[in-house]
């Protein structure tokens, strides 16, 4: 089937402001959309700039906004968004992050906020030899923000963000939340700075756009407002994970 | 072309996957040496991420299990042609290597009594053979995601130095000494020399080679391939595996995990083919076993569509694990299948075909990871290689499954380990005075005047000759005529401009490079395995159907000069484990 690429361009040697471009390419409804955008790039316009690398939906990097809505290029078949000769589809970068050209945008804010809530293991006890104990109940605690690919699709559709504020953002708590609730864990007093703190857990407003998006299907929102209480509860008892 | 930055630190690493990463946790945890990490993908995008299935080890958490089966194990399924102390390394350090991971917060699936939970992999066994074994430790069907966001997570810890999306072109060698390198930044369109005491490439693999691959877009092999132009020999490089289950028509990858777990493969008939290949192991013999018995079935009719001569398939049969164990130990698998096929592999068969998947070959390492010159010269000074890219060789002619991710964290750690040593003894050496030179040549190539529509010509017909002569059957006749036509491809490919004139954000650039190298790497696998008068492992010649010990218990040297492509070979270690007849 023919369908319309509508896709927004911008070229910061060139242009003063984005513009939209249509390509109408030749696809299968089967095809990924990304299959559709590298043949733009590849037979139609060398200089379609968009980042890709997995292919099917596992390193985060073609995160995009397709038909208004945010999507992974390789993840979104051409039949989930287009289902008629001809349709239409919109292509445009990720909203609320710095266009850097035409799809590319700058993830250096987005991955800032991931690093100061430290993402990494304070262990709770030191092993010496072996591994820590987790029981399959305190293993499936945290399993499901385990799955962020780091995509910052839902930083895109978080209205909070979109207003220009300093929220550090649903993907960051997503990865705050993979220890605070991981029983090996005792790190959750040293990210209170961040987490408690004006910009940290508290401007979340459960729109529950992060967790439409998220084509990980975590429940995003749910994350956060479960670090909102564990929050709560160490600051009451000093303690985490018990 | 903007001005050349020059850099200096005392160590650089080339590549932010598993090896890169390993390394530089070992090089950053000596206080004083200055390194910095290259990586052309911002680091949580690498290709390491994507693997599945498991991580080998001889934990034993599940059932008995030790390193020295683990070994043999490797051996026997790299058909001999594996290094044997190499292997034994591997083994045993293997476990340790999940222990650390798993101590620096990888989230393991566990076991009943909370251990790191073990399942079932192609060719690893109990006792030399016996039977399966459960060795492959394993988070759900993302033990790579989980090792690269660990591994990253601990250099954000250790404050590790990244450069971002930079695109090494260059490795600056003199003589046999390393001085750093020269990458493009993408974000500028610069280029920026790295002086440095040592190198290390982790580039990984080099997939997109061929027209069906589980391989990311950006597995170009471009270490290998910038390497080989200064000289640098690669070894091995005619043996690239195929996993036997990739999405019919698409590559993605269904991990061997699903046949861990108990999925089945069948032919149009329903049968279970594997019983008359492998009858002790089944659909848990080694991959280019099953690679090559579901060509044959393929070829004989008894595909799915019962024609050969359309691209036939096969049935990965997973609907008797059921939605529950599919659910808890392999998710994504579940999910691609909902995704791309629009089916639910708890009740419907998965159509299959073997993807090209995992190069065996690479740049020559020895056990410590320094890079190997052939013949008497010795090791480069300064210049290492891990992981996918490298060869040490643990993998032989052909890699068992979990045991790519063991070789990234054991001789990544080895590598980074004796990389932090050297450094702080040794000195700077002299940048040559023409550093970038080179480069900007390279570079600047591109200027010329693009046809629409050439690149995308010669890497369409790359990858279709790839697939159809240097795949999982070849024969002399098919691999000549290969090796002429990339030498002609080469030559075309001299003319191909790139249509993208900016310097900022120019991904049509590094696409152009990107081809280059594998136009390069396709020549040298194509020669070394029209050069491999024999049948080893993922190498299967239908005019050389059986293995050749005397003539070729050796690895292959490729060296490409001026066009000309000269062979050298290298012993195999074998001093563990006699070579014998492989059956499974
Ligand atoms: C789908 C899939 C599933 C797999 N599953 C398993 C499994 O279950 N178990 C197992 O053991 N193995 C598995 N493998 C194999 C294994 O994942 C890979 O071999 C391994 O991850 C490679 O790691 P690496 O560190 O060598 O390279 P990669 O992870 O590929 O990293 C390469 C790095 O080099 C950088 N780079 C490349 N070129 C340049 C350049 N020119 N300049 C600068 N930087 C550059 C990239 O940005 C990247 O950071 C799987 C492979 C695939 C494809
Ligand atoms: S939580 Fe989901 S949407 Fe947000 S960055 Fe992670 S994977 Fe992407
Ligand atoms: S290319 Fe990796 S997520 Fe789409």
Redesign the interface.
Known sequence: MNVVLRIKRY????DSSPHFEDFKVDVQP?D?LLDALMFV???L???L?????????????DAMTINGSERLAC?T?VRDVADEEDAVITIEPLQALPV??DL?VD?TRF?EFY?VV????F?AQH?D????????EE?KK??DV??C??CASCQSACPVIREGTDFIGPAAIVQAAR?VF?S??RGIGARLDVLDAANGVWPCENHLECTRVCPR?IKVTKAINLTKREIKTFKEGGHQNV | MSKTQTHEFDAVIVGAGGAGLYAALEASSIPGNRTAVLSK??P????T??AQGGIGAALGNVEEDNPEWHAFDTVKGGDYLVDQQAARILADDAVQAV?DL????L????T?????DQRRFGGHTRNFGEAPVKRACY??D?TG??IL?TLY??C??NEVAFFDEFHIVDVLIEGHRCAGVVALEL?TGALHVFHTKAVMIATGGFGRMYRTTSN???NTGDGPAVLARRGVPLEDMEFFQFHPTGIRG?G?LITEAVRGEGGILRNREGERFMERYAPTMLDLAPRDMIARAMMTEINTGHGILGDPSQDDYLHLDATALGADVLAKKLP?IR??CQ??LGLDPADKPIPVQPTAHYAMGGIPTDLDGRVTADGEAGVYEGLYAAGECACVSVHGANRLGTNSLVDLIVYGRRAGRHMAEFVRQADLPTLPGDAATHAEMIVKRSDKK?Q??Q??KI?TSMRDIMMDSVGVYRSGAGLSKAVEQFKALRAEAQDVG???T???????LL?FLESQNLLDLALVTAASAAHREESRGAHSREDFPERLDERFLCHTLVTVEDGSIRFATKPVDTSIWKPKPRAY
């Open positions: 070229n910061p040697e060139t089967t990924r790039k590849r037979h316009d060398g200089s700039s968009f980042r890709k690398s997995c292919a099917h939906g596992i390193c985060g990097s993840k078949l850097q050209r590319m993830y991955f690093r430290k993402p990494y293991l262990p092993v030899k072996g591994e820590h104990l987790q029981t399959l293993r945290f399993d385990t799955k690919i780091l220890f991981d090996r864990d299907g | 993908l911002l949580i995008r690498s290709h991420g994507t222990y798993e101590n620096r917060g989230p393991f699936n566990r009943l009594d909370g251990r790191i988070a759900a993302r995601h989980m966001q997570q601990q954000i810890k974000a990311a877009y950006a698409m993605i994504d999910e691609f995704t791309y693009p629409p529509g690149a995308a890497r790139v249509g993208d900016n310097q900022a954000y120019n991904t049509d696409e």
